[in-house]
């Protein structure tokens, strides 16, 4: 004798043509049409496919509920600075707050980090920039981010998990996560205020002391090269009147001269990336090392570029 086992949901009866029937319970196939039959045969697949999707999810990618979250296995941790490295770009490095003075090491992109940079210094930028259209978003829907969470090391990758509820008395039971990249989560949570935590494993395998991740001394050569490499990077518009300049002081025209030099300084006054590049020059020319090394510094932070100040082999932000 056929059986057909009926899905419920949510607790509730499923009615075919007046025949009630809950999870588990057992209808004669005798008891229904041949069309009820299919019907219940389709429901009872669909609830299999959706039970296999939502488990993909929860394991994955995709939104789950938060309640599986275990904060024994966690550690808070704190954003401790954002450093800029020649060869590995931008590293968040995240305090761990376990008492043994680590850090983690997190690599991120340009536009993450200069999204972080700005909120952490409380700069106001004319339009909203990506993350900040993230956090109205949330808000204007109803939500908040009250937690996020760097979950797993797969390959040289972390993933993390951003936590957000709605407000009132039923946050907890409406919190859900959502996998993201430890960057775009890190700026999340700065900008709700929200909580970090990494997993103990994670952090027990990459946490590490800040002396590892400090460089050697740049020597005068290096700072030369490096100096020379900033210059070449950056277009300088005063160059065709510097040209023009030398043009008309070898033909003797010095009104001429005199107009295009006023010209070049105010270009300079307007241009403070250029007016640091002259100053660098200045400082190589007369031995004046750590302060073109400096200057150096303040062009790559002042145009988007990256500081010299540790270098490490790192985890990417995927």
């Known amino acids: 004798m056929a ?66 979250f275990n904060l024994a296995e966690y550690i808070e941790a704190k954003i401790e600075n954002v450093a800029h490295t020649d060869k590995h770009g931008h590293i968040i490095f995240l305090r761990l707050l376990d008492g043994k003075g680590l850090y983690l090491p ?10 972080l940079e700005k909120e952490l210094q409380q700069k106001q930028s004319a339009r909203p920039m990506t993350h900040d259209f993230m956090k109205m978003a949330l808000e204007t829907l109803g939500y908040r981010v009250t ?16 936590h957000m509820s709605t407000s009132g ?3 907890c039971s409406n919190e859900v996560d959502i996998d993201a990249r430890p960057s775009d989560a890190i700026n999340l949570a700065v900008r709700f205020n929200a909580p970090v935590y990494v997993n103990k494993q ?9 002396q590892e991740y400090h460089q050697a001394p740049e020597s005068h050569q290096e700072i030369r090269r490096s100096c020379k490499a900033v210059k070449l990077s950056y277009h300088d518009p005063t160059v065709i009147h510097q040209l023009n300049l030398q043009v008309a002081i070898a033909e003797e025209r010095f009104d001429d001269a005199c107009l295009i030099r006023d010209n070049i300084d105010k270009l300079m006054q307007k241009d403070r990336a250029l007016s640091l ?9 007369d031995g004046r090392f750590e302060e073109a ?13 990256c500081r010299g100040a540790f270098t490490v082999e790192g985890i990417i932000d995927v």
């Open 3 to 68: 059986i057909a086992v009926l899905p419920q949901r949510a607790g509730s009866p499923l009615t075919f043509r007046g025949i009630e029937c809950k999870r588990g319970m057992q209808a004669r196939s005798s008891m229904l049409p041949p069309n009820s039959q299919q019907l219940a045969r389709w429901c009872l697949n669909a609830s299999r496919r959706c039970t296999s999707v939502k488990a993909a999810r929860n394991g994955q990618s995709g939104p789950s509920s938060s309640s599986d």
């Open 293 to 305: 090394m400096r200057l150096r510094d303040a062009f790559k932070e002042m145009t988007g570029g």
């Open 147 to 162: 937690k996020i969470r760097v979950t797993a090391l797969v390959g040289n990758t972390y993933h993390a998990r951003v």
């Open 277 to 285: 590049l002259v100053a660098m020059e200045s400082a190589l020319e």
């Open 106 to 115: 997190v690599y991120i992109g340009d536009s993450e980090s200069n999204a």
């Open 202 to 210: 994670v952090a027990g395998k990459m946490g590490a002391t800040v």
């Open 169 to 171: 008395k039923d946050a």
